[in-house]
Antibody, heavy 116, light 109 residues
Framework: EVQLVQSGAEVKKPGESLKISCKGS????????IAWVRQMPGKGLEWMGI????????RYSPSFQGQVTISADKSITTAYLQWSSLKASDTAMYYC?????????WGQGTLVTVSS | QAVVTQEPSLTVSPGGTVTLTCGSS?????????PCWFQQKPGQAPRTLIF???NKHSWTPARFSGSLLGGKAALTLSGAQPEDEADYYC?????????FGGGTKLTVL
């Protein structure tokens, strides 16, 4: 069974760094892309970017280029989304998903709250 | 970056039929945009209903169908059920870059 399990909710202060994770199991992690999707409170879905864990080929949406870093560690079948300096506007639910059959498999989401 | 447009809200009667559409600021939506449709209910992660214009997953109820209509991608719900009340999003691919539409809030009333 394909599963994407995300790390737990985070509460951070502006300026802090953060790295959230998405662990894939039940499939060949290195041969399937992983995408990250943002959903701000009460708002729609936003495509952030995508990574191919096999060679770490990473592509960012223009809106997120330079704002976040997407990475993966294939040895532990885990993809990451990280910020070096959080802003209040980064408060959102973040989903990882596998883009096969649309986005056929989704993580449960990680809620990130940034507040002073 | 392209802008993908959807109806902000629609209402359908139980048992009725409704069509949601997904347009692109770059012109007509084609199969080459690999249109996908997602359903999201409150407090839940989205799930894919339709991919590559009209393909369904095993979990997609038969009452949902995808197509291209008048230069847009379309999601048609035939025989709406109360449990279909949700937010619906489309996703288009632009030579690898992908953009979500703003979503349609569907009310079954």
């Amino acid at each position: 069974e394909v599963q994407l399990v995300q790390s737990g909710a985070e509460v951070k202060k502006p300026g802090e760094s953060l790295k959230i994770s998405c662990k894939g199991s039940g499939y060949s992690f290195t041969t399937h892309w992983i995408a990250w999707v943002r959903q701000m409170p009460g708002k729609g879905l936003e495509w952030m970017g995508i990574i191919y864990p096999g060679d770490s080929d990473t592509r960012y949406s223009p809106s997120f280029q330079g704002q976040v870093t997407i990475s993966a560690d294939k040895s532990i079948t885990t993809a990451y989304l990280q910020w070096s300096s959080l802003k209040a506007s980064d408060t959102a639910m973040y989903y990882c998903a596998r883009p096969d059959g649309g986005l056929g498999f989704w993580g449960q989401g990680t809620l990130v709250t940034v507040s002073s | 970056q392209a802008v993908v447009t959807q109806e902000p809200s629609l209402t359908v009667s139980p048992g009725g039929t409704v069509t949601l559409t997904c347009g692109s600021s770059t012109g007509a939506v084609t199969s080459g945009h690999y249109p996908c449709w997602f359903q999201q209910k409150p407090g839940q992660a989205p799930r894919t209903l339709i991919f590559d214009t009209r393909n369904k997953h095993s979990w997609t109820p038969a009452r949902f169908s995808g197509s291209l209509l008048g230069g847009k991608a379309a999601l048609t719900l035939s025989g709406a059920q109360p449990e279909d009340e949700a937010d619906y999003y489309c996703l288009l691919s632009y030579s690898g870059a992908r953009v979500f539409g703003g979503g349609t809030k569907l009310t079954v009333l």
